[in-house]
């Protein structure tokens, strides 16, 4: 079976930073799109970043402050999460899928249980 577990999550003042990662096991991902969505407490889940080979997307609420990668050897996408704000709480969970479609849930097969991120001001 598929299975994402996210982990780096935490508490972080304003201004720090934090990395998330996000290790897939029960497939070889690397031609799949990995990324983060999150889901702040009474809004929907929202798209953050996404990744695919080369090509990379981001949210505008996050552009220019975090950065996607990923370890194609590891099975793993990472979110470098700079800057942080308090609007940057969240849950976020990783996702991956097979279909190329920017800012959109609609490429997502799988998720993870998701890792809070709680960002103090």
């Known amino acids: 079976q598929v299975q994402l577990i996210e982990s780096g999550g935490g508490l972080v003042q304003a201004g720090g930073s934090l990395r998330l990662s996000c290790a897939a096991s029960?497939?070889?991902?690397?031609?799949?799109?990995m990324g983060w969505f999150r889901q702040a407490a009474g809004k929907e889940r929202e798209f953050v970043a996404q990744?695919?080979?080369?090509?990379?997307y981001y949210g505008d609420s996050v552009k220019g402050r975090f950065t996607i990668s990923r370890d194609n050897a590891k099975n793993t996408v990472y979110l470098q999460m700079n800057s942080l704000k308090a609007e940057d709480t969240a849950v976020y969970y990783c996702?991956?899928?097979?279909?190329?479609?920017?800012?959109?849930?609609?490429?997502?097969?799988?998720w993870g249980q998701g890792t809070q991120v709680t960002v103090s001001s």
């Open positions: 990744i695919r080979w080369s090509s990379t």
């Open positions: 029960g497939r070889t991902f690397s031609s799949y799109v």
């Open positions: 996702a991956v899928g097979t279909t190329w479609v920017v800012a959109s849930m609609d490429w997502v097969n799988y």
